[in-house]
């Protein structure tokens, strides 16, 4: 008889959907990657250069106000803004696995309303 495997986690199935979209998504010097993290309180992006290996600027929501939602657009917009005092107009957008939906589609949008081009 087959032995079961155990089910996965939540957060073990999200780091297997974003290792799926990091084989296909990767940021350049002329074009970062703007990766998402999600936690139950707050929400971070940054910018990174895959080709150097670095992480060029982050933001969270920790100083904002409103509600998640709210506060997860206006990170969206203070990336851009900061990315674009760098020189930075276009990125890759990587969700890290998380459905495009609610908080992560508020920074997307915040993002593109700031001027960034995805």
């Given amino acids: ?5 155990t089910p996965k986690t939540r957060e073990e199935m999200r780091y297997r959907r974003h290792l799926r979209v990091r084989k296909k998504v990767e940021g350049t010097p002329a074009r970062p990657r703007l990766v998402i993290f999600r936690s ?14 670095k992480t060029l600027m982050t933001v969270s929501s920790q100083k904002a106000e409103g509600t998640k ?10 990336i851009a803004a900061r990315a ?4 930075i107009t ?9 459905r495009y939906h609610g908080r992560v ?13 995805f």
Avoid at 69 to 78: I, M, P, Q, Y
Avoid at 84 to 87: F, L, T, V
């Fill in 1 to 5: 008889m087959p032995i079961m495997r």
């Fill in 69 to 78: 939602t709210e506060r997860a657009a206006e990170v969206g917009k203070a």
């Fill in 90 to 98: 276009a990125v890759v957008f990587d969700r890290a696995g998380y």
């Fill in 84 to 87: 674009k005092e760098q020189g």
């Fill in 105 to 117: 589609k508020a920074v997307a949008d915040g993002a593109r309303e700031g001027g960034l081009e």
């Fill in 40 to 53: 139950d309180k707050h929400i971070y992006a940054q910018l990174v250069d895959d080709v150097a290996g």
